[in-house]
T-cell receptor
Framework: GAVVSQHPSWVICKSGTSVKIECRSL??????MFWYRQFPKQSLMLMAT?????????EQGVEKDKFLINHASLTLSTLTVTSAHPEDSSFYICSAPGVEYRLDSPLHFGNGTRLTVT | DAKTTQPPSMDCAEGRAANLPCNHSTISGNEYVYWYRQIHSQGPQYIIH???NNETNEMASLIITEDRKSSTLILPHATLRDTAVYYCIVTTSGTYKYIFGTGTRLKVLA
């Protein structure tokens, strides 16, 4: 089945530094990927849609300059949290449609990246 | 806002069927029902989806009412490893903008 891989699975960084999270589709191509954020004991919130070859689209309230998204190839999207602060500590999860030519194809999710900013 | 409502928690005895309900009374004709589960500190795992017919796969069965306003996910023989938060999502096919509600925390008891 469709596998989405995220790296790293966890990262600790100091306040003010930037962190890059990678999301790869391992056995399929994904022109579109989605980034979610999940705070403890809360549900997943969609942050942005990553589009291969074009700019990402961000959900309302998500700062595009803080969460930089690059979808450089059909199998890789990256999320960079710039100038991270403790309030950015969260669980970041990416996803991609498994079979894009099927309109009802479900999203497949990576295993997430736990970011802790100290 | 999520288009679905689910009970916040449920318990189920190991080996018994777990029936997880979901209300989606405002679902429109071209919207599918998707079910996922999330085990602690992992990404959501796809379980099953359907439009109007009942569906079954190796993991579960999905029963959708005739008016499509509600559905039930059935795990036929729950195991301890099925303990997770289960999310029911309604979305138009091809949009992929999943809006997650609060889900149902299922606890399978030994």
């Amino acid at each position: 089945g469709a596998v989405v891989s995220q790296h790293p699975s966890w990262v600790i960084c100091k306040s003010g530094t930037s962190v890059k999270i990678e999301c790869r589709s391992l056995d399929f191509q994904a022109t579109t990927m989605f980034w979610y954020r999940q705070f403890p004991k809360q549900s997943l919130m969609l942050m942005a849609t990553s589009n291969e070859g074009s700019k990402a689209t961000y959900e309302q309230g998500v700062e595009k300059d803080k969460f930089l998204i690059n979808h450089a190839s059909l199998t890789l999207s990256t999320l960079t949290v710039t100038s991270a602060h403790p309030e950015d500590s969260s669980f970041y999860i990416c996803s991609a449609p498994g079979v894009e030519y099927r309109l009802d194809s479900p999203l497949h999710f990576g295993n997430g990246t736990r970011l802790t900013v100290t | 806002d999520a288009k679905t409502t689910q009970p916040p928690s449920m318990d189920c005895a190991e080996g018994r069927a777990a029936n997880l309900p979901c209300n989606h009374s405002t679902i429109s004709g071209n919207e599918y029902v998707y079910w996922y589960r999330q085990i602690h500190s992992q990404g959501p795992q796809y379980i099953i989806h359907g439009l109007k017919n009942n569906e079954t796969n190796e993991m579960a069965s999905l029963i959708i009412t005739e008016d499509r306003k509600s559905s039930t996910l059935i795990l036929p023989h729950a195991t301890l490893r099925d303990t997770a938060v289960y999310y029911c999502i309604v979305t138009t096919s091809g949009t992929y903008k999943y809006i997650f509600g609060t889900g149902t925390r299922l606890k399978v008891l030994a």
